[in-house]
């Protein structure tokens, strides 16, 4: 396809379970995101990667939560021992502009609902 | 304080009403996003802005830099405008770093 996709597009985990999120960003692009957003509120910035690197993942809530880009393409992102606190939308984007310190439009993908029970 | 405030946090109009949407930063930035957020969907990216204005089609983002301001309007509203329309802003320290506002949940009634 031509977008971001995101899969699974929902996920119901029992608390303390592991959950693998995964994103394939647009082909070719370099830089890609992953963004947390609760219910009723903007998305909040997780980690970032330029092909395989991951350069920032200061926006990752505690070390349950790891992400992975091993081949600069697909990306996951993983968190063990779920939690109810950790229910929420969390989104991938893609940019395609090599220089990190150049300002690039985000797209995004549609999100994969988490829901931990 | 949130570094990026949007308001209003509601709005609901009548088709063809024009719409205006705010948003206000607190910290030095390099650019200014709107997106837009259909429920159930992804995010679209409307603008990207530094300066002055942008248009496309029955859109309208402007920014004040001085003033650390940005408005989004809509020019005779649609029902099909409907969704939660957001602002972000690249940080002056971090150019691929976005800080998103809580979003503007606009309803445009037939």
């Known amino acids: 396809g031509a977008g971001v996709s995101q899969s699974p597009r929902y996920k119901v985990a029992k608390r303390g379970q592991d959950v693998a999120l995964r994103c394939d960003p647009i082909s070719g692009h370099v830089s890609l995101f992953w963004y947390q957003q609760a219910l009723g509120q903007g998305p909040e910035f997780l980690t970032y990667?330029?092909?395989?690197?991951?350069?920032?993942k200061s926006g990752l809530p505690s070390d349950r939560f790891f992400a992975e880009r091993p081949e600069g393409s697909v990306s996951t992102l993983k968190i063990q021992r779920t939690q109810q606190e950790d229910s929420a939308v969390y989104l991938c984007?893609?940019?395609?502009?090599?220089?990190?310190?150049?300002?690039?439009?985000?797209?995004f993908g549609a999100g994969t609902r988490l829901s931990v029970l | 304080k949130n570094e990026v405030e949007q308001s209003p946090q509601n709005l609901t109009a009548q088709e063809g009403e024009f719409i205006t949407i705010n948003c206000s930063y607190s910290?030095?930035?390099?650019?200014l996003h709107w997106l837009q957020q259909h429920p159930g969907g992804g995010i679209v990216s409307l603008f990207m802005?530094?300066?002055g204005k942008k248009k496309h089609g029955r859109l309208i983002a402007t920014i004040n830099i001085q003033e650390k301001h940005s408005s989004l309007h809509i020019t005779a509203s649609h029902p099909r405008d409907s969704a939660v329309y957001i602002c972000a802003a690249n940080s002056g320290g971090s150019n691929y770093k976005l800080t998103f506002g809580k979003g503007t949940l606009l309803t445009v009634n037939p």
């Open positions: 802005l530094s300066s």
């Open positions: 984007a893609s940019s395609h502009r090599r220089d990190r310190l150049a300002k690039n439009i985000q797209y």
């Open positions: 910290v030095g930035i390099s650019a």
């Open positions: 990667f330029q092909n395989e690197a991951q350069l920032d």
